[in-house]
């Protein structure tokens, strides 16, 4: 049951994550590597902000300097062309450097007597598990409710068709440059949120917590993708959270039963990853196999 | 309307590889009038739609849009002034976006609404007349992925987007080249109707002589880069195309004329 608890937490924090990865890796279509940097800056500005007495505060600034990261990566992307691989990949060793300075030059900060969002005296007449619940849905919740208003919008659609069909969009007076710079920014917002809420959850933020976790978003928002399809854009959002929920009992359920140890998961991250990816060619080469079967016997 | 004045555009300059793509152009267009062009293949025909669309800049000379010089404008700026449609029909839409939030993109290019709602509902009353005016029974399919329309269909609601927020000048490069014969006359037969009624000022390429003297107002023919044949009114009107085709290896002193050029007589 904790195990059980503990896993929906945890995918409703990530799934924030899976979103921002959304984002640019489906919307956008650009895969963005800024995330493992800006996965642990929002873990640094919320864990920093907490110990100065302010979490909520702590929250907020996590996701602008998300967003600014983003900016930055846009920036490099667009105005100087430099590949978005390599963009992400600058601004996440830079971020780095950053984070170790936010963490005040230490490889991880505890926030034990710190006051956070978690354990507010005010709202301690709720059991902890409930708010360790609660707190998590709401900021997920309110996260895709915006992100589905947001995409409806004009701004939104121009996002959407600069993913969708870039040529188009630059004959039909969209700024295109604007476009991916807006797009790469929320999509880190959205990442540095998960980080920032993490850290008070966890309470304590470590300079290593964001390897390898663009992967971990792109296994949850591929997951949900496989499972409930790519119909229509709020669809796609939705189901980012339902995968990282998914990701969460899988690695939960793994965990418990011992097949691999503590360490391995960012391997098995990479294994679904690849898996899910596969999918389509793998269901391609079945179809091909059915049909040369049903050939052959009518023949 | 439009002036374009000793357009001058060379690729690769300092190279062996030279070429003088637009060799000094000059011509105005008036307000409303459509004018098809016509040349052989690298005759530069696409080079001065991608001059005046602003896909890439002049060497030397200027471009006016109703007296505004728009020769060094950013694409994206001149593109709410400018409509423009592809042979590729996959080139004017958003496959995975629906029909409807194709045209409210389109729509409200203009108006920069930022973070209002795009797709709103009095604009989908008009988005389903306008579809109605095709006559392919999109206007039932507004929810529809565009990438799932045909060829056909695709161009025709391209061709809704590029004229919806009424630009000044639209130019139309080969868009029916690509499309099946009856697909090709239903979208030009369109594309005639809107031009006529919202009156745009309008440029077509064509390699397809016939249809070149049909429509409009005023033929254009390109060579190596060069204006060799500007004819309007009657002396238009009692060219046929094989006249079209003498006149064209006269002026050009190159007897051969492309394949397409010959087929499509």
Redesign the interface.
């Known amino acids: 049951m904790t195990l059980l608890v503990g896993s929906v937490q945890l995918g409703l924090i990530y799934g924030m994550l899976a979103l921002g990865i959304y984002i640019s890796f489906r919307i956008l279509n650009i895969p963005d590597l800024t995330a493992d940097g800006s996965f642990t800056l929002g873990l640094s500005v919320s864990a920093a902000m907490t110990i100065a007495g302010h979490p909520l505060l702590g929250i907020l600034l996590a996701i602008i300097a998300g967003a600014i990261a983003g900016a930055i990566t846009g920036l490099l992307q667009t105005k100087l062309e430099i590949h978005p691989i390599l963009a992400g990949i600058i601004t996440m060793s830079s971020l780095y450097s950053i984070n170790l300075y936010i963490l005040g030059s230490r490889s991880n900060l505890s926030l034990i007597g710190s006051k956070s969002i978690f354990n507010q005296e005010e709202w301690l007449f709720l059991n902890k598990q409930v708010l360790g619940t609660l707190i998590p849905l709401i900021f997920c919740f309110l996260t895709l409710i915006i992100l589905i208003w947001?995409f409806?919008?004009?701004?939104?659609?121009?996002i959407?068709?600069t993913g969708?069909?870039e040529?188009?969009?630059?004959?039909?007076?969209?700024?295109?440059d604007a476009m991916k710079i807006v797009a790469v920014a929320i999509s880190n917002a959205c990442i540095g949120l998960s980080g920032a809420v993490l850290a008070q959850y966890q309470g304590y933020a470590d300079i290593s917590s964001g390897i390898g976790i663009m992967v971990v978003g792109l296994a949850s928002a591929i997951i949900g993708e496989a499972i409930f399809g790519r119909r229509s854009l709020t669809m796609g959002l939705f189901s980012a959270i339902l995968g990282s929920l998914i990701y969460r009992f899988i690695i939960a359920a793994a965990l418990k039963s011992n097949i691999f140890p503590a360490y391995m998961l960012r391997v098995v991250s990479a294994f679904i990853v690849v898996f899910a990816l596969s999918i389509p060619i793998i269901k391609k080469h079945l179809e091909f196999r059915r049909m040369r079967k049903k050939a052959g016997q009518n023949a | 309307m439009l002036e374009v004045i000793n357009a001058r555009k060379i690729f690769l300059a300092g190279t062996p590889n030279e070429h003088v793509a637009l060799d000094n152009i000059s011509f105005t267009l008036s307000e409303g009038e459509f004018v098809t062009l016509i040349g052989s293949n690298g005759a530069g025909k696409s080079t001065l739609f991608n001059a005046i669309g602003g896909t890439f800049w002049l060497n030397s000379g200027k471009i006016l849009l109703h007296g505004e010089d728009i020769t060094y404008m950013p694409e994206h700026h001149r593109a709410s002034m400018i409509g423009r449609l592809f042979q590729n029909p996959a080139k004017g839409t958003a496959p995975n976006m629906t029909i409807e939030e194709n045209l409210a993109l389109a729509y409200n290019r203009k108006l920069r609404k930022g973070l209002r709602i795009g797709v709103h509902r009095e604009d989908v009353k008009l988005f389903r007349e306008k579809l109605a005016m095709l006559d392919m029974g999109l206007e039932n399919r507004l929810k529809t992925k565009v990438g799932l329309l045909s060829g056909g269909q695709r161009q025709a609601v391209a061709l809704l987007m590029a004229t919806l927020g009424k630009p000044r000048l639209l130019l139309l490069d080969e868009h029916t080249a690509a499309l099946d014969p009856a697909a090709a006359e239903k979208v030009m037969q369109i594309t005639k109707d809107i031009v006529n009624q919202e009156n745009i000022t309008t440029m077509m390429i064509t390699h397809n002589i016939q249809s070149a003297l049909e429509t409009g107002s005023r033929t254009i023919m390109m060579d190596r880069g060069k204006i060799i044949l500007d004819i309007t009114g009657k002396d238009r009107d009692n060219l046929t195309v094989g006249r079209l085709m003498e006149l064209y290896s006269q002026q050009s002193k190159d007897i051969v004329v492309s394949d397409r050029m010959l087929l499509n007589r």
């Open positions: 947001f409806k919008t004009h701004l939104g659609l121009c959407r068709a969708d069909n040529e188009m969009v630059r004959a039909s007076s969209i700024n295109v």
